[in-house]
T-cell receptor, first 114, second 115 residues
Framework: GDSVTQMEGPVTLSEEAFLTINCTYT??????LFWYVQYPGEGLQLLLKATKADDKGSNKGFEATYRKETTSFHLEKGSVQVSDSAVYFCALSDGSSGTYKYIFGTGTRLKVLA | GAGVSQSPSNKVTEKGKDVELRCDPI?????LYWYRQRLGQGLEFLIYFQGNSAPDKSGLPSDRFSAERTGESVSTLTIQRTQQEDSAVYLCASSFGLAGINEQFFGPGTRLTVL
C-alpha cells in the first residue's frame, strides 16, 4: 500500500541555519504531496503542497519539489528562525484506488535555538 | 467563519466503557477524516467520508471502532469497550471538494485517556 517515510527527529539547528527534512513516498498512482506543520499547542495546518511531478510548493520561506524520479518531496528552508520550531509532517493523497484518504509520515520535530 | 471543532477536548474513561467523540466540520466541506495520533507518533488514518459516497473505513483498527456522519455535517466516532491502547489524541479534519487536492483543516483534537 501507499506509504510515507520521513527522517527521524528531533532535528536541532541554530537560528539562520539551512534546513532539510527528507520525505520519500511509495504510491500506486500519482499522488498529491503535502507538508503539514504542528506548532506547539496548536493544531495541524497546511504548510505547502504539490499536485504533480516537478511542481514546487512554497510558503513562509519553505520549499519542496515533487520529484517523481526519486519519489521524494524534501522540505527545505534557507534560514530557519526560532519560530519555526514545530513538528513537520509529510503526507500524500492518492486517488488511484478510488479514495482520497491521506497517508501521513511519522513527523519530524524541529527545534531551532537562538 | 468557524473552523473545525471537536468535543470533548479531553476524555478520561475506564477500560471497558464506550466513548463517543464528536466533530463539527467547516460548513460546506464535503470531505471529513478521522485520525488517531498516539504519543510521539504520526497520524494514523481511521476513516474518511466524502459527500454521500460510502465511507472508506479501511483504517479502523477493530470492530470496536465505528463512525457516522449525517449528510455533510457532524460526525461521531464511537469506541466500544475501550482498551488502554486506545489512549491517544483523535483528530478530525475536513476539506472542500475533491479531498485529494484541497487542503485539510484540522480540529484541535480530543485527548482520550483510558485508565
Amino acid at each position: 500500500g501507499d506509504s510515507v517515510t520521513q527522517m527521524e527527529g528531533p532535528v536541532t539547528l541554530s537560528e539562520e541555519a539551512f534546513l532539510t527534512i527528507n520525505c520519500t513516498y511509495t504510491a500506486t498512482g500519482y499522488p498529491s504531496l503535502f507538508w503539514y506543520v504542528q506548532y506547539p499547542g496548536e493544531g495541524l495546518q497546511l504548510l505547502l503542497k504539490a499536485t504533480k511531478a516537478d511542481d514546487k510548493g512554497s510558503n513562509k520561506g519553505f520549499e519542496a519539489t515533487y520529484r517523481k524520479e526519486t519519489t521524494s518531496f524534501h522540505l527545505e528552508k534557507g534560514s530557519v528562525q526560532v519560530s519555526d520550531s514545530a513538528v513537520y509532517f509529510c503526507a500524500l493523497s492518492d486517488g488511484s484506488s478510488g479514495t482520497y484518504k491521506y497517508i501521513f509520515g511519522t513527523g519530524t520535530r524541529l527545534k531551532v535555538l537562538a | 467563519g468557524a473552523g473545525v471543532s471537536q468535543s470533548p477536548s479531553n476524555k478520561v474513561t475506564e477500560k471497558g466503557k464506550d466513548v463517543e467523540l464528536r466533530c463539527d466540520p467547516i460548513s460546506g466541506h464535503t470531505a471529513l477524516y478521522w485520525y488517531r495520533q498516539r504519543l510521539g507518533q504520526g497520524l494514523e488514518f481511521l476513516i474518511y467520508f466524502q459527500g454521500n459516497s460510502a465511507p472508506d473505513k479501511s483504517g479502523l483498527p477493530s470492530d470496536r471502532f465505528s463512525a457516522e456522519r449525517t449528510g455533510e455535517s457532524v460526525s461521531t466516532l464511537t469506541i466500544q469497550r475501550t482498551q488502554q491502547e486506545d489512549s491517544a489524541v483523535y483528530l478530525c479534519a475536513s476539506s472542500f471538494g475533491l479531498a485529494g487536492i484541497n487542503e485539510q483543516f484540522f480540529g484541535p483534537g480530543t485527548r482520550l485517556t483510558v485508565l
